[in-house]
């Protein structure tokens, strides 16, 4: 186990909804990363948020939102669910805005109907 | 452009013999990466690491070796055993001034090990 914890573990939305998924960082971690896993692909950068900022982002629009909170824990916040949307969601801890020694949750598993 | 590609997607290796899983990379830029490990319903696990100023690098059971002439990346596994059938996947990253070194993943290979 790597410590990184994801909710919900499965979540099922509808087209046009808005959905939250959050994190909780490994011990002594600061820095939130959060991609986006299609089926049968390999993990998409969304974001990264260090110190509670936007350290950076991938290719995907601005309903794709998130926060991070002085405990360092975060939120993926997905505005206007669109059918694509629906995929593992993961969030990945490290100490330092380095991509190096990410550990990674479990995901979040949306479905958008 | 960033791209990370594989060259088979499934790999099937009888137990205990070894396995390579290759990677192919187009960034000659890219000056770190990673291979991950990733079982059914679970995040990716870091495997092993390896810079570019590095040709290899050993781990318990695992070798990474990377070869920039021709941007390809390999993940050797010694002895497989049942416990290493999941799917692998290469990633690499920039350099970067601004430290939001992001990771770009390869599609992934299944590997399955027959016991």
């Known amino acids: 186990e790597t410590g990184v914890t994801q909710s919900p573990t499965h979540l099922i939305k509808t087209r046009g909804q808005q959905v939250t998924l959050r994190c909780s960082s490994q011990?002594?971690?600061?820095?939130v990363s959060w991609y986006q896993q299609a089926l049968g692909q390999g993990p998409q950068f969304i974001f990264q948020?260090?110190?509670?900022?936007?350290?950076g982002r991938g290719n995907f629009p601005p309903r794709f939102s998130g926060l991070q909170f002085p405990n360092y824990s975060s939120e993926l916040n997905v505005n206007a669910l669109e059918l694509d949307d629906s995929a593992l969601y993961l969030c990945?801890?490290?100490?330092?805005?380095?991509?190096?020694?990410?550990?990674f949750g479990s995901g979040t598993q949306l479905s958008v109907l | 452009g960033e791209s990370v590609g594989l060259h088979l997607p499934t790999l099937s290796v009888q137990e205990g013999d070894n396995s390579i899983i290759n990677c192919a990379y187009s960034n000659s830029a890219s000056d770190y990466f990673i291979w991950y490990k990733q079982e059914s319903g679970k995040g990716p696990q870091f495997i092993i690491d390896?810079?570019?100023?590095?040709d290899k690098r050993q781990g318990q059971r695992v070798t990474v070796l990377l070869n920039k002439t021709v941007k390809h990346l390999s993940l050797q596994i010694a002895a497989t055993q049942p416990g290493d059938s999941a799917v692998y996947f290469c990633?690499?990253?920039?350099?970067?001034?601004?430290?939001?070194?992001?990771?770009?993943f390869g599609t992934g290979t299944r590997l399955t090990i027959i016991p």
């Open positions: 390896i810079r570019s100023n590095m």
């Open positions: 990633a690499e990253t920039l350099p970067s001034n601004f430290g939001n070194e992001k990771l770009t």
């Open positions: 990945a801890s490290s100490f330092g805005s380095s991509s190096e020694k990410l550990f």
């Open positions: 011990s002594g971690h600061n820095t």
């Open positions: 948020y260090y110190r509670e900022e936007e350290n």
